[in-house]
């Protein structure tokens, strides 16, 4: 038996019960979130799986101001030393999966011109240097190469460099050039051309998005909008972690989103993974196994933003 794990879990436990004790049960949050009715050209509850993978490029607002290099870097390496093992459990159960990649892993040296920089004045940082002598910014590349060979992967963008499009600092240009940007980078290697999923969800400037040719993004609320000739913005989903969440309360959000037909979208970064915890084969796994099973019963479907997005254009045109 592996005692760190099982300790880990009881921790886990004692915090989930905490969390309940107190009212602000995490599960009751994220019922709301596979409420809402989905658009009439899915017949089933729909799910996609997601990663938002930034590594060093996360992550750098920090309560109030930027977050120190060395925790960047700290987390970091967290998230990329698990990157692999979440890949290769995704490519074993052949479970679908959404990856969303910032442009600065695959060029950590590039930066739009000083005029069109992320400054913000909460932050000293320069926005866009990355660190000397640090692992987490480089083989991101060859990485992300090795995530487009998947037949079970969607790669699409996350903007060039993490900035807060809703900032008050960041102007229309700016948010151009980092979506600009990040579409050439990612261009070899993106499923679809047609999805972006905003920084911290921060939605703004969708003209922008939708005049470079993006037409659906994962929204900020817990709605459908869907107008014809506009970014489509699907509900925002909810965070996933075994820190937060049992695997049973995982199941159960699954079902009733199955129940709604509703969007079941859960979202994670790599650096919640706990490989201490056994996370991939107590929870990962068995919730994958748990989805693929009820796509095969028939409950619901597994899907790609590029898909969400074809099919509601289809039925916005008819
Ligand atoms: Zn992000």
């Known amino acids: 038996m592996n005692f760190e794990a099982e300790f880990i879990d ?61 925790k960047r870097i700290h987390q970091a390496s967290i998230a990329r030393s698990n990157s692999f093992s979440f890949y290769a459990l995704l490519e074993e159960v052949k479970m679908n999966c959404t990856w969303s990649v910032v ?3 695959m060029d950590p040296d590039k930066a739009p011109s000083l005029e069109l920089q992320f400054s913000p004045p909460w932050s000293d940082i320069n ?48 948010a151009s050039e980092d979506l600009k940007i990040a579409k050439e980078l990612l261009h070899e290697f993106a499923s679809t051309e047609k999805a972006f999923f905003y920084p911290c969800n921060k939605v703004k400037y969708e003209e922008v998005a939708y005049a ?18 506009e970014l489509i913005k699907t509900p925002i989903g909810f965070w996933i972690s075994p820190a937060m969440l049992s695997l049973n309360d995982a199941k159960r959000l699954v079902d009733i989103g199955i129940k709604n037909k509703s969007f079941i979208h859960p979202w994670m970064h790599l650096i919640e993974l706990n490989m201490k915890a056994d996370d991939l084969e107590r929870f990962y796994r068995p ?30 045109d008819n």
Not at 11 to 39: D, G, M
Not at 212 to 229: A, F, P
């Open 127 to 174: 926005w866009y240097q990355k660190p000397d002598a640090d692992i987490t910014t480089y083989e991101a590349y060859e990485f992300i190469k090795l995530l487009a060979t998947s037949p079970y992967l969607e790669i699409l963008s996350h903007g060039f460099a993490h900035i807060d499009y809703a900032d008050l600092s960041v102007t229309k240009q700016m």
């Open 287 to 316: 919730l994958f196994l748990y989805i693929q099973a009820q796509e095969k019963a028939g409950n619901l479907e597994i899907i790609t933003f590029g898909n969400i997005e074809k099919r509601i254009s289809n039925m916005n």
């Open 10 to 70: 009881n921790v886990r436990f004692i915090r989930r019960a905490y969390y309940a004790i107190t009212n602000q049960s995490r599960v009751k949050k994220k019922l709301v979130k596979v409420q809402e009715k989905l658009p009439d050209c899915f017949p089933l509850a729909i799910v996609n799986f997601s990663i938002d993978y930034e590594l060093f490029w996360g992550n750098a607002f920090d309560h109030g101001t930027s977050m120190s290099e060395e």
């Open 212 to 229: 470079l040719g993006y037409r659906v993004t994962r929204g900020s609320d817990n709605h459908w909008h869907i107008s014809k000739n």
């Open 103 to 105: 442009g600065k892993l």
